[in-house]
Every structure is written in structure tokens, then in C-alpha cells.
């Protein structure tokens, strides 16, 4: 079994052969300078591959994974990326008991075959975006070319009228927290909010944040999972 929290410490290996013009002879037995070996840390080579269908898609290329509907029977939530991601995983297993499923792609504007892929198995397609500028875009793109619904395609503030991103759960006192965590002095940024999540979801701890941020994620969870069904 693959932990995708694992998966934020991995790296991508890529062998590479050069090309030889020499004779078949001579470009079968290649020494090790003709071979370009890349390590890629996970994180940078998803990045890097904007194409890709979700996060988890190196990975599952690597293992010659398949889905099939023995695996694919029951639908969830498809998030724009990884922040969003482990945020609501971390929320989903800290109170919610793990139960709700969550789908990670590279960006707002890449759910596409994704979408595809749901709606070709029968599955309820859920998307959940960010009330943002390209978050509120994309909802009305994939609503006009896929015909989704209202009820296919929502964005945070639909949920919750005080979110306009994930971000938007932790107030000044969680950042703080979360910075003296980190041991950095300077302003808390998403980047550190995710290191933090990530870390703490693989450790199955709970960050010590405000009253206030678990109101807010009890109840935004709580609406993520009724907007699943």
C-alpha cells in the first residue's frame, strides 16, 4: 500500500540514455557517462508536469496502476491541488474519522479529465474550488463545457461564507502558532501552513491551533462531507 503522505519526501528518478550515432553494436553497450540519471524531488517534478491528471499520477504511472470498477465505487471530493488537499485530509482525519474522500489535481483549470473520468464511471462528480478570481472562473467554464450543475461544481464561500481559501481557516494566533512550530520569525505563508499539515497528518498529531480554527473546520468539513453526497 502507497501512504500518499509519504509522498511529499520521494523523489522521481529518471534514466535517461543518451543518443549514440555510432553502430547498433556500439550504442547496445553503453558506459555510464552516456546515461543522464535526474532526481527530481515529487513535489517539483508535479510542478514541473502541469498536464498531469492528479497529484497522485507519477506515482500511479510508476506502479502500473489501473482503476477499475472493483476500485472506483464510491465517488468524493475533487480539490484544486495539494494544499487544499492535505488540509481537508488533515481536518478529514482530526474530525471527521477519515471517512470522506478527497481527489488532489495540479490546478484550478485541470480538472478536466478528471471530470471526464467520474462522469465515465457513473460517479457523482463534486468539484470544490476556491472563491478566488480563478477559482470563480473555472466554475463557470466547467459548468458551460462539461453542463455541470450547481450542485457538481462549488467553491469554498458556497460552503462557507467566510472562506475564500483553504488558508482562510487559520486566523493571526494560528499563523503565529504555526511559525513558532517552524521556529521562523517571519510572516506565516501557505507554504508553511501545508509543511505544517503535512507533517502533522503523517504523525497523526493534532496542531495546537486556536478554539477558533476548530470551530471553523468542524463545520466546514461537516459541509464538505454533505456536499460529497
Given at each position: 500500500m502507497v501512504e500518499p503522505m509519504w509522498l511529499e519526501q520521494a523523489y522521481i528518478v529518471q534514466n535517461e540514455i543518451m543518443a549514440s550515432d555510432d553502430s547498433l553494436f556500439d550504442s547496445a553497450v553503453i558506459d555510464d557517462a552516456s546515461?543522464?540519471?535526474?532526481?527530481?524531488?515529487?513535489?517539483?517534478?508535479?510542478?514541473?508536469n502541469p498536464n498531469l491528471v492528479s497529484y497522485f499520477q507519477p506515482i500511479l504511472d510508476r506502479l502500473s496502476v489501473v482503476p477499475s470498477k472493483f476500485d472506483l465505487n464510491?465517488?468524493?471530493?475533487?480539490?484544486?491541488?495539494?494544499?487544499?488537499?492535505?488540509?481537508?485530509?488533515?481536518?478529514?482525519?482530526?474530525?471527521?474519522?477519515?471517512?470522506?474522500?478527497?481527489?488532489?489535481?495540479?490546478?484550478?483549470?485541470?480538472?478536466?479529465?478528471m471530470i471526464?473520468?467520474?462522469?465515465?464511471?457513473?460517479?457523482?462528480?463534486?468539484?470544490?474550488?476556491?472563491?478566488?478570481?480563478?477559482?470563480?472562473?473555472?466554475?463557470?467554464?466547467?459548468?458551460?463545457?462539461?453542463?455541470?450543475?450547481?450542485?457538481?461544481?462549488?467553491?469554498?464561500?458556497?460552503?462557507?461564507?467566510?472562506?475564500?481559501?483553504?488558508?482562510?481557516l487559520f486566523n493571526d494566533e494560528d499563523r503565529k502558532r504555526i511559525s513558532k512550530i517552524l521556529a521562523k520569525s517571519s510572516k506565516t505563508t501557505k507554504k508553511d501552513i501545508l509543511t505544517v499539515m503535512q507533517e502533522h497528518?503523517?504523525?497523526?498529531?493534532r496542531v495546537k491551533l486556536t478554539a477558533d480554527f476548530s470551530r471553523k473546520a468542524k463545520k466546514l468539513i461537516k459541509e464538505v462531507e454533505n456536499y460529497s453526497k
Open positions: 546515461v543522464d540519471v535526474k532526481v527530481t524531488p515529487y513535489r517539483q517534478f508535479v510542478d514541473q464510491a465517488g468524493g471530493v475533487i480539490v484544486e491541488g495539494k494544499s487544499d488537499y492535505y488540509i481537508l485530509q488533515y481536518l478529514n482525519a482530526n474530525y471527521f474519522g477519515g471517512k470522506l474522500n478527497i481527489f488532489p489535481v495540479t490546478g484550478a483549470g485541470t480538472m478536466g479529465t471526464g473520468l467520474m462522469k465515465g464511471w457513473g460517479l457523482p462528480v463534486r468539484i470544490l474550488l476556491d472563491a478566488d478570481k480563478a477559482g470563480n472562473k473555472e466554475k463557470e467554464r466547467y459548468q458551460t463545457d462539461y453542463f455541470l450543475s450547481e450542485i457538481e461544481v462549488t467553491t469554498l464561500r458556497d460552503l462557507s461564507s467566510n472562506l475564500k481559501e483553504i488558508e482562510d497528518l503523517a504523525s497523526g498529531k
